[in-house]
């Protein structure tokens, strides 16, 4: 079905905007009790479970989930309101994001009463926490062709196979998990299903990949004869690619995907306000604050349509294509307008300027590449 790339402008109501005001006062509480120091794409490496579980009791986890499941009943914008603040502050939510921003909409929508009420109200109060399970290492953009697989023995499963490149598979205490339950057909989107995986179940190994920082953020892990329960099937055996495909329009549709350095833009301009700055500088950081109100306005846009209970798969993948490259690009410019001025001083600048660098190379990797993002939208809109 060719689907519209229309995104409507967002208006946030007061109320929206007066939590705003709520979040930004914690944050900069915090930031001035010394409980973190803001950080470049601090979603995916600033793992605070402290921090996490403050979150959850404010009510900020969980958001538009219904009480039932201990979530708050609040707006899509609301939701978005609070991830943009965190994110805007560079705080350490990597600890909660995916099974905030994935995890829990996928048990909400294919879960079963029990996964519901076992993890939901824990997610929401910050206290448990979920790996992505989808690449191995022959199967990353061509997902279809993984080959990790559970076979069916008395009450569950049993999974052998490996993942990699997953983030927090370490700290994490759980993996929602695609596999393959069945032999492959012509069909290849057939037959794989999604497990939740107790990581500190006998016969995972996790095993540490470091980034270039030295930092320890990305795993290896391996099952061997791992059982799974059959309570902890999640939706329907045999749909885990229908299933994955919507849990992927959740990951790709937030502001993280074009906020994660925009810590260092503040800093930027923060640099070229005190210590040094001319017109090419002005322009130059002129461009990007007129880019970056554009693809606010368009990720308010997708927000709007999670509102209204849209999908927002092939929107989203444009802002996602959009946004990652904005981010990188912030990294690149804050590079080269430093090299023109010897004499910045601001050390606080050029932490983030390094954690942008070595991070930006995953930007347009993560959750899909700009290739196989370009190729959904090119489909959404009936150009392929
Ligand atoms: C920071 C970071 C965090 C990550 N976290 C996780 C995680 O938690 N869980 C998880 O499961 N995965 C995670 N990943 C893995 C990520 O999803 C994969 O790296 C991504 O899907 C690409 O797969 P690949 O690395 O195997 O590259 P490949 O699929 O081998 O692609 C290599 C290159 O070929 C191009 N290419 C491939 N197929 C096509 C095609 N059909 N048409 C045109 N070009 C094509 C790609 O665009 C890319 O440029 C993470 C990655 C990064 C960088």
């Known amino acids: 079905m060719v689907k519209s790339l229309e995104?409507?402008?967002?208006?946030?109501?007061?109320?929206?905007?007066k939590l705003r005001q709520e979040v930004r006062q914690f944050l900069k509480k915090e930031i001035q009790e010394g409980t973190f120091i803001p950080h470049c794409d601090s979603w995916l490496s600033n793992w605070d479970a402290e921090?996490?579980?403050?979150?959850?009791?404010?009510?900020?986890?969980?958001?538009t989930w219904p009480k039932q499941y201990g979530g708050h009943e609040r707006s899509a914008l609301e939701r978005y309101v609070v991830t943009e603040e965190l994110?805007?502050?560079?705080?350490?939510?990597?600890?909660h994001w995916f099974a905030d921003r994935q995890t829990g909409p996928l048990f909400l929508r294919y879960g079963n009463e029990k996964q519901k009420n076992e993890f939901l109200p824990r997610i929401a109060q910050g206290e448990i926490y979920f790996s992505i399970g989808l690449s191995e290492p022959n199967s990353g953009?061509?997902?279809?062709s993984i080959s990790t697989n559970a076979k069916k023995i008395d009450g569950g499963w049993l999974l052998n196979g490996s993942k990699v490149w997953t983030s927090?598979?370490?700290l994490s205490h759980y993996m929602v998990t695609l596999c393959r339950t069945s032999t492959k057909t012509e069909n290849r989107h057939e037959g794989l299903s999604q497990l939740i995986v107790d990581l500190s179940s006998s016969g995972v190994t996790v095993r540490p990949i470091k980034l270039m920082t030295g930092e320890h953020h990305f795993n290896e892990v391996f099952f061997e004869d791992?059982?799974?329960?059959?309570?902890?099937?999640?939706?329907t055996i045999g749909d885990g690619w229908k299933q994955s495909m919507a849990e992927l329009a959740y990951e790709r549709s937030g502001p993280e995907r074009f906020l994660s350095t925009f810590p260092l833009l503040v800093e930027l301009i923060r640099v070229l306000q005190q210590e040094a700055s001319n017109e090419i500088m002005k322009i130059s950081?002129?461009?990007?604050?007129?880019?970056?109100?554009?693809?606010?306005?368009?990720?308010?846009g997708v927000a709007g349509l999670l509102e209204k209970g849209v999908s927002p798969d092939v929107t989203a993948a444009l802002v996602k294509d959009l946004g990652t490259k904005f981010e990188c690009q912030i990294a690149e410019i804050a590079r080269e307008l430093v090299s023109y001025s010897t004499r910045v001083s601001n050390l606080r600048f050029k932490s983030l300027l390094a954690d942008a660098l070595l991070h930006s190379p995953g930007f347009t990797l993560r959750g899909g590449t700009t290739e196989i993002i370009r190729g959904i939208i090119a489909r959404g809109i009936g150009i392929r």
């Open 7 to 17: 995104l409507k402008t967002v208006q946030l109501s007061e109320k929206t905007e």
């Open 141 to 144: 953009s061509d997902l279809a």
């Open 168 to 170: 927090g598979a370490h």
């Open 226 to 235: 791992v059982f799974v329960p059959d309570d902890r099937v999640v939706g």
């Open 87 to 95: 994110l805007a502050f560079g705080a350490p939510v990597a600890a």
């Open 51 to 63: 921090f996490s579980r403050k979150l959850g009791q404010r009510g900020w986890l969980g958001m």
């Open 285 to 300: 950081v002129g461009r990007l604050v007129a880019r970056l109100t554009t693809l606010r306005e368009m990720s308010l």
